[in-house]
Nanobody
Framework: QVQLAESGGALVQAGGSLRLSCAAS????????MGWYRQAQGKQRELVAL???????NYADSVKGRFIISRDNAKNTVSLQMNSLKSDDTAVYYC??????????????WGQGTQVTVSP
């Protein structure tokens, strides 16, 4: 089994910065895509940023130019640097990963979520 553990969520003022981190642990061989999703109250979960094993990244239009996703393949971690935060960024942020086990079977995993609240 694989676990994803997020950290870094907090209350921050608009215009501020925050860094989220996610670490994968367990019986895994390698990780393909890793990403961050968010779900605001009363809204559907949406993709924020996605990064391939190669380092190629994609972002939601709403965060382009403000957020940066990065990963460390050796440590099985993914981070999200969030700058120029807005109240619209308030949400629970979830880490997601496509993980291969030692049979090379891929499975998708979610973290438990971390709350980011941006005050006006």
């Amino acid at each position: 089994q694989v676990q994803l553990a997020e950290s870094g969520g907090a209350l921050v003022q608009a215009g501020g910065s925050l860094r989220l981190s996610c670490a994968a642990s367990g019986r895994l061989l390698y990780i393909n895509d890793m990403g961050w999703y968010r779900q605001a109250q009363g809204k559907q979960r949406e993709l924020v940023a996605l990064i391939a094993r190669s380092g190629s990244a994609n972002y939601a239009d709403s965060v382009k130019g403000r957020f940066i996703i990065s990963r460390d393949n050796a440590k099985n971690t993914v981070s999200l640097q969030m700058n120029s935060l807005k109240s619209d960024d308030t949400a629970v942020y979830y880490c997601n990963a496509d993980v291969a086990d030692y049979t090379r079977s891929l499975a998708n995993y979610w973290g438990q979520g971390t709350q980011v609240t941006v005050s006006p």
